[in-house]
C-alpha cells in the first residue's frame, strides 16, 4: 500500500510543473487524494483535494493557478501547476486525506501519504 509523488523540480517564476502521484495496493477509485505541500520550520499547508466523486477543493493561495484531476484507470492524481511562483517553493506530499481535512477541517489521518516531490521555483 503506498502513493508514490514524482514530476517536481526547478522552474522560474511564471513556469509550470505537473505532479503525479500513484497508488498501489488501495481501492483508488474510492479514495480522496490532496496534495499537502511544507517548507522548513512551518505546518504542512492543504493545497489542493480531489474527492472520490470528482468533488474540488482548492487553497485560495492556488486558485487559479493549479488543477488537479484524477485518471482511475491509471490509479493516479495529477496537480498542474501553472503561473508558479518562489511562494510555492515547498516539499509536495500526496496523501489519502479527506477533502475536508486538506481544506484545514480535522485531523489528518496521517496513515498512507507519499514520500514528497520537492518544487523549487526561482524569482
Known amino acids: 500500500v503506498q502513493l508514490q509523488a514524482s514530476g517536481g523540480g526547478s522552474v522560474q517564476a511564471g513556469g509550470s510543473l505537473r505532479l503525479s502521484c500513484a497508488a498501489s495496493g488501495i481501492n483508488f477509485d474510492y479514495a480522496a487524494i490532496g496534495w499537502f505541500r511544507q517548507v522548513p520550520g512551518k505546518e504542512h499547508e492543504g493545497v489542493a483535494c480531489?474527492?472520490?466523486?470528482?468533488?474540488?477543493y482548492y487553497s485560495e493561495f492556488v486558485k487559479g493557478r493549479f488543477a488537479i484531476s484524477r485518471d482511475n484507470a491509471k490509479n493516479t492524481v495529477y496537480l498542474q501547476m501553472n503561473s508558479l511562483k518562489p511562494d510555492d517553493t515547498a516539499i509536495y506530499y500526496c496523501?489519502?486525506?479527506?477533502?475536508?481535512?486538506?481544506?484545514?477541517?480535522?485531523?489528518?489521518?496521517?496513515?498512507?501519504w507519499g514520500q514528497g516531490t520537492l518544487v523549487t521555483v526561482s524569482s
Open positions: 496523501a489519502n486525506e479527506p477533502c475536508s481535512v486538506v481544506a484545514g477541517r480535522g485531523q489528518k489521518r496521517g496513515d498512507l
Open positions: 480531489i474527492s472520490s466523486i470528482g468533488s474540488i
